[in-house]
């Protein structure tokens, strides 16, 4: 039997890099995944360029999470002149990646979506830049598969597509109809509903912990 996940989740938002990699770590333990990420737009569609007392902010969050995880964090990705924190672009291009892998198992996204924050966290990298994400998504695209069947060209054209755009907004919409505040969040998907397994940042024994609890309840 196929175990369903949900994971509402931004690739900008720091405590979701945290989180993903126990997550990883959680879905290695489980035969028969299916990981179904809904994007939940943490800072979609900002226009504000950012100031020096907004950057000092996130940075202090950064240091949290490099903290609480060990992960590594290059904290220069903020120092970009004039930077607009839109995550709604690093949104549509796992929402892009989705549309360009239906046929193909779900945790080939989830690999966008890791590779997107490394990216940004780790690399420093501009994941507001369409060419960025084009390049950033073909690359892990073509490594979960081990060919060269994507291009960044047919993929940065998905992802500038009104397709993508559109359903990048449907998932934005459907988290604030979930009534969903607050990222990272993973759901299993069970024939009586929707059982929240954890909400923030969550080590992988108590992801464990808590699957095994719900199951035990269903």
């Not at 360029?49 to 950064?62: F, G, N, T």
């Not at 904290?75 to 004039?82: A, I, N, S, V, Y």
């Not at 990272?184 to 095994?212: A, C, I, N, W």
Request: proline content about 3%; aromatic content about 10%.
């Amino acid at each position: 039997m196929t175990n369903k996940f949900l994971y509402i989740a931004d690739p900008m938002c720091s405590w979701c890099y945290g989180f993903s990699h126990e997550l990883q770590k959680f879905l290695a333990e489980i035969p028969d995944v299916e990981l179904d990420i809904v994007l939940g737009g943490l800072r979609a569609y900002n226009t504000q360029r950012m100031d020096a007392d907004q950057r000092e902010m996130i940075l202090s969050h950064w240091e949290k999470v490099r903290q609480a995880s060990g992960l590594p964090f290059d904290m220069t990705g903020l120092d970009k002149p004039d930077f607009i924190y839109d995550t709604e672009p690093a949104c549509r291009a796992v929402v892009t990646a989705k549309i360009l892998t239906e046929d193909l198992p779900t945790k080939i996204n989830f690999a966008v979506f890791q590779a997107i924050q490394q990216a940004f966290y780790a690399e420093a990298k501009d994941v507001t830049n369409e060419m960025v994400l084009a390049e950033v998504a073909v690359q892990a695209l073509n490594a979960y598969e081990n060919s060269d069947v994507f291009d960044v060209v047919s993929f940065l054209e998905t992802l500038r597509s009104a397709e993508s755009k559109d359903e990048t907004r449907q998932h934005f919409e459907q988290v604030q109809r979930w009534g969903v505040r607050g990222f990272p969040m993973l759901l299993l998907v069970k024939e009586d509903g929707l059982h929240t397994l954890s909400s923030g940042y969550t080590k992988v024994q108590e992801l464990t912990d808590s699957f095994r609890d719900v199951l035990k309840r269903t």
